[in-house]
């Protein structure tokens, strides 16, 4: 739902913010008097579905990208903190409405926490920036 706002002769729409935009200020007369190209960054969401995991279990992380609905999936990289960076460990596809799931199994680790996040891989059925999700913790053992 927008929300309008009239400042003198021009009046102001602010919308769902959940796809890259044009916008136009156009005169009376109809002429176009600026043009404005704003990007929409949405963060992505992920959580697993459970926070601790039995030694050499398997784990599910459930993920979406906020946006309108795309008119294809978009791949989704799951990355694992390692050392000071991130390494991936799987890519999955999100459907038409951004959602995602990923599976996991822990075939040589007993214990420790491990760290994942998601990242949007590029696209160009994706209508925005999609900026990697918050870091989702994972106890083992």
């Given at each position: 739902?927008?929300?309008?706002?009239?400042?003198g002769l021009y009046r102001l729409e602010i919308l769902a913010?959940?796809?890259n935009a044009v916008l136009q200020v156009v005169d009376s007369d109809g002429r176009v008097q600026r043009t404005l190209r704003l990007t929409v960054?949405?963060?992505?969401?992920?959580?697993?579905?459970r926070q601790s995991i039995p030694p050499l279990g398997r784990m599910t992380l459930h993920g979406r990208i906020p946006t309108v609905k795309l008119k294809r999936?978009?791949?989704?990289?799951?990355?694992v903190r390692s050392g000071r960076g991130w390494r991936t460990v799987g890519v999955t596809r999100s459907d038409v409405r951004g959602e995602?799931?990923?599976?996991?199994?822990?075939r040589a680790?007993?214990?420790g926490r491990f760290h994942f996040r998601a990242v949007a891989l590029p696209s160009s059925d994706l209508p925005v920036k999609a900026l990697p999700s918050k870091v989702v913790s994972v106890r083992v053992g």
């Open positions: 739902q927008a929300q309008h706002r009239t400042f913010a959940l796809a960054r949405s963060t992505l969401q992920l959580r697993a579905k999936g978009v791949n989704v990289a799951i990355k995602f799931e990923f599976d996991y199994r822990f680790t007993r214990r």
